[in-house]
């Protein structure tokens, strides 16, 4: 007979009964008692707090396990196929520590290391595994460059995965209208942009866009426009001419010449093949 028994039959003689043996005694309501119809036995039957006794089928902690089954005989919480939680504690006593945690959250690989994590990629853990992050929002999780909120580049990539390719990109260029389609372009009609739009060029010297014989460089003509974009309207024209003072208004003029002009004024000529300026009746040279 244990030690235990002993006390409870020195108990009950002390008032004046006998237990039975068969019966199961639980005087601190523990669960645990003494008898030999109790299913669990009671060490200390006068504290609650006290119920294992020491023997591999004990269960001191009542949850069903019994100590060699259980990982923990002081914890009810604690058993085999219990509910494994972020507590730190081995709760199902599968020897391994909030794996597969009923609270732990979803984690994100985060290959690129930009602290965006690929939605495709998930672990679901009590704190985040190296190389994972709480965040699922990245659209390249191979390259550290592309993440929400990034600068936009013109390189046909989504780098700030809105789902838009280019749009507001940081490094975009102005291109100038070129309406008359001279390639040269108007300084006053622009659009920036990735690449040039219909109609448009990188150049913005064209001095007028409605006329494709107007830029710089253009030869410049007896026109009354400034054809090469300089600033100097019919300066060394490509079809000046020579004029001729013609003195005696002959139609033939006498050389030298008076120089390049785009018209010639009264009392000029475009020749100067007069042998006397003075006389109208002198013959030329044939």
Do not use: K
């Amino acid at each position: 007979m244990r030690t235990s028994l002993s006390l409870l039959l020195l108990t009950s003689l002390l008032h004046g009964c006998e237990p039975d043996p068969g019966d199961c005694v639980d005087e601190d309501g523990d669960g645990a008692g003494v008898g030999d119809a109790c299913e669990f036995e009671d060490c200390d039957d006068t504290d609650p707090d006290v119920q294992e006794c020491g023997g591999e089928d004990d269960d001191a902690d009542a949850d069903g396990f019994t100590a060699d089954e259980d990982c923990d005989d002081d914890d009810a919480e604690v058993f085999p196929g219990a509910t494994e939680r972020c507590n730190g504690i081995d709760d199902d006593c599968d020897g391994t520590v909030d794996n597969d945690a009923v609270d732990g959250a979803t984690r994100y690989a985060d290959a690129d290391t930009d602290t965006f994590g690929d939605a495709g990629t998930t672990v679901v853990a009590c704190t985040s595994p190296a190389g994972h992050v709480a965040d699922a929002t990245d659209c390249d999780d191979a390259n550290p460059a592309v993440f929400p909120g990034a600068d936009e580049l013109c390189n046909s990539v989504d780098d700030d995965c809105d789902a838009s390719v280019d749009e507001d990109a940081t490094d975009t260029v102005t291109w100038f209208a070129d309406t008359d389609g001279d390639t040269f372009g108007d300084a006053g009609s622009s659009q920036d942009a990735c690449s040039g739009p219909l109609n448009h060029v990188a150049d913005s010297t064209d001095c007028d866009d409605a006329v494709n014989t107007t830029f710089p460089g253009a030869d410049e003509l007896c026109n009354g426009v400034d054809d090469d974009c300089d600033s100097v309207i019919d300066d060394s024209p490509i079809d000046e001419i020579m004029a001729f003072a013609d003195a005696d208004q002959d139609s033939f003029g006498a050389s030298p010449g008076l120089g390049l002009v785009c018209s010639l004024s009264l009392g000029e000529v475009d020749n100067g093949d007069d042998c006397d300026d003075a006389d109208p009746r002198a013959p030329v040279p044939r």
